[in-house]
């Protein structure tokens, strides 16, 4: 559906976005996440056509953008970040507007509109101008504007940036509803965000793509590496250790500030591999009074901070 | 071209929503209806030769002030990014608001009409220098248009615009009184460039091919520039 190849753009002497690839299938939603300043924006404006690449190339289906922007704007619904709308205009005004530009014909615009609106629940605000809503509602309308002419590909800047979190659930709650139907490319820093919407995710670093998987596989291979937290008593802590890591899948024992005369040790396991069953066959052999055991897969968020971690 | 119509039309609407508009009409009638009633009765004839003599100094401060938002504010909000990623080519942009500058420089002339009813009625009015000179001041506010968009088109700050603006104006209105002081090679050149001698060509009811081609010329240079300012911005 998008298949974008070696795209670079360079501001001066920054390289903003360097030599990013990748492809989005029809009906998929893609998140694109990475820390502020990653290049994410930059990619995005370079999708809708707002901004030219230095270099690369974006095909929306058999489309390329540098020679078929139009079409490929016509094709493309966009809200960018923290929804930049005429603060003057009525929301009623706005949307039929934005119909109008979109080539709408006269008699549809009305109902859609208002289907829409009842979309995005903006019913109430219609007759408002936009410059005195709330963010929530602006993000609502930003939302209606991309979607008004129901374009088969939705490309959204950071939709809950700046959001209260009623407000991030509902406007997750309007992606999903649509992404079943559409492709969603969507931008966010938030890391659960993109693992609750997305099906897949793409971490920008420094312009450059450090990840691409499905958010699924993402966890699986990266978050491999899980830790197993136990807490001993009656237990001598070096021969806990001793004894504990003679069990096959553990990686390294860490032992933990001892408290109250517990040991607490955290036991990193080998990517791959479930250690659990055999650490707690070996605890049974001993007489430790065991008071916590517990696994922690790696999250999102750790392979995040990893990822992107200025080295 | 749909696109464009679309856009000049929210444009001209969005002039009368904000207090501008008002304000701008306001002064505009206020300051032509002050110095042509000053000293109209003291010649004592039934023209508006001085209506129009005085438009090109007025509209060099007034049209800047028409369209100084119209760039420059979309960059500041950032509602341009969301204009130019809908289905709209640069033209399109550029097109539409500058369609609007002159129909809001058209709505703003229309109370200006008052004056010659009131003249004719004082005494036998020539309407055909009348007709020119309406004429000869659309001709005149598109091309400042033209400018004052382009002034707007190269800053995000509309008191930048405006002062860009009113100084290539006002250049464009003052240029052949400082033709005298020019080598003789140069006078013709700066004469040729002054707005006022061609404005007051046609407001004598004279309809000249080349004072027509000098303010399209104006016009499209002043558009021509704020598209290649536009994409400079990609």
């Given at each position: 559906?998008?298949?974008?190849?070696?795209?670079?753009?360079?501001?001066?002497?920054?390289?903003?976005?360097?030599?990013?690839?990748?492809?989005?299938?029809?009906?998929?939603?893609?998140?694109?996440?990475?820390?502020?300043?990653?290049?994410?924006?930059?990619?995005?404006?370079?999708?809708?056509?707002?901004?030219?690449?230095?270099?690369?190339?974006?095909?929306?289906?058999?489309?390329?953008?540098?020679?078929?922007?139009?079409?490929?704007?016509?094709?493309?619904?966009?809200?960018?970040?923290?929804?930049?709308?005429?603060?003057?205009?009525?929301?009623?005004?706005?949307?039929?507007?934005?119909?109008?530009?979109?080539?709408?014909?006269?008699?549809?615009?009305?109902?859609?509109?208002?289907?829409?609106?009842?979309?995005?629940?903006?019913?109430?605000?219609?007759?408002?101008?936009?410059?005195?809503?709330?963010?929530?509602?602006?993000?609502?309308?930003?939302?209606?504007?991309?979607?008004?002419?129901?374009?088969?590909?939705?490309?959204?800047?950071?939709?809950?940036?700046?959001?209260?979190?009623?407000?991030?659930?509902?406007?997750?709650?309007?992606?999903?509803?649509?992404?079943?139907?559409?492709?969603?490319?969507?931008?966010?820093?938030?890391?659960?965000?993109?693992?609750?919407?997305?099906?897949?995710?793409?971490?920008?670093?420094?312009?450059?793509?450090?990840?691409?998987?499905?958010?699924?596989?993402?966890?699986?291979?990266?978050?491999?590496?899980?830790?197993?937290?136990?807490?001993?008593?009656?237990?001598?802590?070096?021969?806990?250790?001793?004894?504990?890591?003679?069990?096959?899948?553990?990686?390294?024992?860490?032992?933990?500030?001892?408290?109250?005369?517990?040991?607490?040790?955290?036991?990193?396991?080998?990517?791959?591999?479930?250690?659990?069953?055999?650490?707690?066959?070996?605890?049974?052999?001993?007489?430790?009074?065991?008071?916590?055991?517990?696994?922690?897969?790696?999250?999102?968020?750790?392979?995040?901070?990893?990822?992107?971690?200025?080295? | 071209?749909?696109?464009?119509?679309?856009?000049?039309?929210?444009?001209?609407?969005?002039?009368f929503t904000s207090p501008i508009a008002y304000i701008v009409i306001a002064?505009?009638?206020?300051?032509?209806?002050?110095?042509?009633?000053?000293?109209?009765?003291?010649?004592?004839?039934?023209?508006?030769?001085?209506?129009?003599?005085?438009?090109?100094?007025?509209?060099?401060?007034?049209?800047?002030?028409?369209?100084?938002?119209?760039?420059?504010?979309?960059?500041?909000?950032?509602?341009?990014?969301?204009?130019?990623?809908?289905?709209?080519?640069?033209?399109?942009?550029?097109?539409?608001?500058?369609?609007?500058?002159?129909?809001?420089?058209?709505?703003?002339?229309?109370?200006?009409?008052?004056?010659?009813?009131?003249?004719?009625?004082?005494?036998?009015?020539?309407?055909?220098?009348?007709?020119?000179?309406?004429?000869?001041?659309?001709?005149?506010?598109?091309?400042?248009?033209?400018?004052?968009?382009?002034?707007?088109?190269?800053?995000?700050?509309?008191?930048?615009?405006?002062?860009?603006?009113?100084?290539?104006?006002?250049?464009?209105?003052?240029?052949?009184?400082?033709?005298?002081?020019?080598?003789?090679?140069?006078?013709?050149?700066?004469?040729?460039?002054?707005?006022?001698?061609?404005?007051?060509?046609?407001?004598?009811?004279?309809?000249?091919?080349?004072?027509?081609?000098?303010?399209?010329?104006?016009?499209?240079?002043?558009?021509?520039?704020?598209?290649?300012?536009?994409?400079?911005?990609?």
């Amino acid at each position: 559906m998008i298949c974008v190849e070696n795209l670079t753009k360079t501001y001066n002497t920054v390289r903003a976005v360097d030599g990013i690839s990748f492809n989005v299938q029809q009906g998929e939603i893609l998140g694109l996440l990475g820390p502020n300043g990653a290049g994410k924006t930059t990619t995005l404006r370079m999708l809708t056509g707002f901004l030219k690449p230095t270099s690369g190339s974006i095909h929306v289906g058999d489309l390329s953008i540098a020679d078929h922007a139009l079409e490929i704007k016509k094709a493309l619904g966009y809200l960018p970040e923290s929804a930049p709308l005429y603060h003057d205009m009525l929301v009623y005004d706005y949307l039929r507007f934005v119909a109008a530009v979109r080539g709408m014909d006269a008699p549809r615009r009305e109902d859609r509109i208002r289907e829409i609106a009842g979309l995005c629940g903006i019913e109430t605000v219609m007759h408002q101008p936009i410059g005195i809503l709330s963010k929530g509602y602006k993000q609502r309308v930003g939302l209606a504007h991309a979607m008004i002419d129901d374009p088969d590909v939705l490309v959204l800047d950071e939709p809950t940036s700046g959001l209260d979190p009623n407000q991030i659930v509902e406007i997750r709650e309007i992606i999903r509803r649509i992404g079943k139907a559409k492709t969603i490319i969507f931008s966010t820093h938030i890391l659960s965000e993109a693992e609750a919407t997305c099906d897949r995710v793409l971490i920008i670093h420094r312009g450059r793509i450090a990840a691409d998987s499905s958010t699924v596989r993402l966890k699986e291979t990266l978050g491999s590496r899980s830790q197993v937290h136990l807490t001993l008593r009656q237990a001598d802590p070096d021969e806990a250790r001793r004894e504990l890591s003679a069990v096959p899948g553990v990686a390294g024992i860490e032992a933990l500030e001892p408290a109250d005369g517990q040991v607490r040790l955290v036991l990193a396991c080998r990517p791959g591999s479930d250690p659990r069953a055999d650490i707690y066959g070996r605890i049974r052999r001993t007489d430790w009074v065991l008071l916590d055991f517990h696994q922690e897969t790696q999250s999102l968020e750790d392979i995040f901070r990893e990822l992107t971690k200025e080295s | 071209m749909r696109q464009a119509l679309s856009i000049c039309r929210k444009e001209f609407n969005s002039y009368f929503t904000s207090p501008i508009a008002y304000i701008v009409i306001a002064i505009f009638l206020l300051v032509t209806g002050w110095f042509f009633f000053a000293t109209f009765f003291l010649f004592n004839q039934a023209s508006l030769r001085n209506f129009f003599s005085l438009l090109p100094s007025v509209f060099a401060f007034v049209v800047p002030a028409v369209t100084m938002r119209q760039l420059a504010e979309e960059f500041n909000v950032g509602s341009y990014e969301t204009l130019l990623t809908l289905p709209v080519q640069f033209t399109d942009v550029v097109v539409g608001k500058f369609l609007a500058g002159v129909a809001f420089i058209a709505a703003m002339l229309v109370p200006t009409l008052a004056y010659p009813v009131t003249v004719a009625l004082l005494g036998s009015l020539d309407w055909g220098p009348v007709a020119g000179g309406y004429l000869g001041a659309v001709a005149l506010g598109a091309a400042f248009a033209a400018i004052g968009l382009f002034a707007s088109a190269v800053t995000r700050n509309q008191i930048v615009a405006f002062i860009v603006g009113l100084a290539i104006c006002f250049a464009l209105t003052l240029v052949d009184q400082v033709a005298i002081f020019m080598p003789a090679g140069f006078t013709a050149v700066f004469t040729y460039l002054a707005v006022d001698v061609h404005f007051q060509n046609i407001a004598k009811g004279v309809i000249d091919t080349r004072d027509i081609v000098y303010f399209a010329s104006l016009c499209f240079i002043g558009l021509y520039a704020t598209h290649l300012a536009l994409r400079s911005k990609t």
